[in-house]
C-alpha cells in the first residue's frame, strides 16, 4: 500500500521515516509546542487561527522555527495536498504541527545556547470509531485527582507536550469508568478543561463554560462561543464546579477532532436532561452548516466502512 507523507526539517519523507532522535530535547525534556487542525471534505478547518496560536507558543517559550508562520502554513497545505490521494471516501484528516527545541546530547550546551529547531508536520486519518458511539448515547466524563497544571508553574495557554498530568488523569479517569474522558480541576477545585477539549454545561438554556485563566484557549471553543451567539444562545464564561456538571442540563466537550461532543454521564452520574440535548443538537447542526459535511453522519458511516473492511 502507498505510504503517507510527512514533514520533518526541511524535507518530505515517508511516514515510515518520520523520526525524532532520542536526544532532542523534544524526548528528553517534553520541549516541545505543537497545534492541530483537521479537514473538512480534504479543507483545512480555520488553519490560520492554529497556526498563530502555534506561534503564540513558540514566542512564549524562546523558540525559533527557523520559518515565519506564513511558510509553516504553505508546507501544512502542500503535505494535505500530497495526501490527498490517499484520502479514502467520507474520511478526512487531522493535520498536526510540532517544534521541539532541537537535537543535542545530554548536557551537551545550555538551553539558552542556539541550536536548529525540529520542526515536523504530519497528517492522519480522524478516529471516527473512537467517539461515533458518543453522539448518539453521549460520552462519560470524570473528574480525576490530578489537577491542571497552575498558572504558576506552567502557563496553561501555551499548547505543548509536557503532559504527564493528563496521562495520569487518563488512569485514573479509567480506573473508575474505562470509557470516560477525563476532564481536570485546577487546585481550587473549580472545572478546567479535558487532555483533548474544552468543557462545557447548559444551565437554564445558557451555555457555561470555565474561564480561560487556567486552560488552554481552544480554537473550537472560539467557535461554539460564536455559533451560539449567531443562534442568539447566551452564554457565560465563569468559575464552574462539579456541582455544576452534576445538576446541568446538557454537557459536551468540544475540540477539533469531533468538534461537539455530547456528554451523557459525569462520574457516573446520568445528566437529567435528553442526550443529546436541544442546544447541543443546535451547536451540532450549526456546525455542520457551516462546513458542509454532517459531522455526525460522516462519523457514523466512516465508522461503518471501517467495521464492514475489518
Known amino acids: ?6 514533514y520533518l526539517n526541511g524535507e518530505f519523507v515517508p511516514e515510515s521515516e518520520f523520526k525524532v532522535h532520542v536526544f532532542d530535547r523534544g524526548f528528553t525534556r517534553g520541549d516541545t509546542v505543537f497545534d492541530v487542525a483537521r479537514t473538512f471534505n480534504g479543507k483545512p478547518f480555520r488553519l490560520r487561527e492554529h497556526m498563530k496560536r502555534l506561534y503564540r507558543s513558540l514566542t512564549f517559550v524562546r523558540t525559533d522555527p527557523g520559518m515565519p508562520l506564513e511558510e509553516m502554513e504553505r508546507l501544512s497545505l502542500e503535505l ?8 479514502q471516501e467520507g474520511e478526512d484528516y487531522m493535520i498536526e504541527q510540532f ?31 473512537a467517539y461515533t458511539n458518543d453522539y448518539v ?38 480506573d473508575v469508568d474505562p470509557d470516560a474522558h477525563p476532564v481536570l480541576l485546577d487546585l481550587d477545585g473549580n472545572i478546567t478543561e479535558s487532555p483533548v477539549a474544552n468543557f462545557f454545561v447548559v ?37 464552574l464546579q462539579p456541582y455544576d456538571a452534576y445538576t446541568a442540563d446538557e454537557a459536551f466537550l468540544a ?6 461532543l455530547p456528554v451523557g454521564r459525569v462520574d457516573n452520574r446520568g445528566l437529567r436532561g435528553d442526550v ?5 443538537q443546535k451547536l451540532l447542526a450549526a456546525w455542520s452548516e457551516m462546513v458542509g459535511t454532517d459531522i455526525v453522519d460522516q462519523a457514523i458511516h466512516s465508522s461503518r466502512r471501517l467495521s464492514e473492511n475489518s
Open 1 to 6: 500500500m502507498a505510504e503517507r507523507i510527512a
Open 80 to 87: 494535505l495536498e500530497r495526501n490527498e490521494p490517499l484520502r
Open 99 to 129: 517544534v521541539t527545541r532541537g537535537y543535542t546530547r545530554p548536557a551537551a550546551v545550555k538551553i539558552s545556547d542556539p541550536i536548529p529547531a525540529t520542526v515536523g508536520i504530519f497528517v492522519y486519518p480522524l478516529p471516527f470509531h
Open 137 to 174: 448515547n453521549g460520552a462519560h466524563v470524570v473528574f480525576p485527582n490530578t489537577r491542571s497544571y497552575p498558572t504558576q508553574a506552567l502557563e496553561p495557554k501555551l499548547k505543548h507536550y509536557s503532559r504527564m498530568n493528563f496521562s495520569m488523569a487518563e488512569l485514573e479517569s479509567a
Open 203 to 239: 444551565t437554564n438554556g445558557v451555555i457555561r463554560t470555565p474561564d480561560d485563566r487556567d486552560l488552554l484557549v481552544g480554537i473550537s471553543r472560539q467557535v461554539v462561543l460564536e455559533l451560539a451567539e449567531q443562534l442568539g444562545i447566551p452564554t457565560s464564561e465563569e468559575d
Open 255 to 260: 475540540n477539533s477532532l469531533y468538534c461537539v
Open 276 to 280: 443529546p440535548g436541544p442546544i447541543t
